[in-house]
């Protein structure tokens, strides 16, 4: 059974920068669709980023284009979420998400199978 761990969250002042890990086990990610959603107090879930293993594509929700940087590295099994200019509106719990059925647009919660817990990103003003 696959297991995806965050961290890296933390207390940011408004235009800092802090990068998230979500370090995979219990089997290889390296073909899987992997993505980055977050979810503020009291709204949906929503979309961050998401890298398409049959695409090659990246892809970012629009608040976050320019600022935000999805990368991986397979053979740590590890995928990252490099992010500067942070604003407060960022403020949230962020979560990385992984799918075994790869799709070209992958950008909908329902696309993914296995999530990690949670890692809290809070951007003072």
């Known amino acids: 059974q696959g297991q995806l761990l965050e961290s890296g969250g933390g207390l940011v002042q408004a235009g800092g920068s802090l990068r998230l890990s979500c370090a995979a086990s219990?089997?290889?990610?390296?073909?899987?669709?992997m993505g980055w959603f977050r979810q503020a107090p009291g709204k949906e879930r929503e979309f961050v980023a998401a890298?398409?293993?049959?695409?090659?594509?990246?892809y970012y929700a629009d608040s976050v284009k320019g600022r935000f940087t999805l990368s991986r590295d397979n053979a740590k099994n590890t995928m990252y979420l490099q992010m500067n200019s942070l604003k407060p509106e960022d403020t949230a719990v962020y979560y990385c998400?992984?799918?075994?059925?790869?799709?070209?647009?992958?950008?909908?919660?329902?696309?993914?199978?296995?999530w990690g817990q949670g890692t809290q990103v809070t951007v003072s003003s």
């Open positions: 998400a992984g799918s075994r059925m790869t799709r070209l647009v992958p950008l909908q919660t329902t696309a993914y199978d296995y």
């Open positions: 219990g089997r290889t990610f390296s073909t899987y669709d």
């Open positions: 890298f398409s293993w049959s695409g090659g594509t990246t």
